[in-house]
């Protein structure tokens, strides 16, 4: 294999893994942008909890 091809390869396998990271990086910021409103709804839910017993 010729250092051209060898190149060739390489970059090859970094376009590949470039690809699969970009993907793996859209799931990370999807599943952060869950947790947020996850952790959102959890608060105002706590918050709702502390007014009724305060009211009580």
């Known amino acids: 294999m010729s250092s051209l091809e060898k190149i060739a390869a390489r970059r090859a396998e970094l376009d590949q893994l470039a690809e699969s990271l970009t993907k793996q990086l859209a799931e990370v910021e999807g599943e952060r942008e869950e947790l947020v409103v996850a952790e959102r709804v959890l608060r ?9 017993t305060a009211a009580e």
């Open 44 to 52: 105002r839910l706590y918050e709702q909890e502390a007014e009724a």
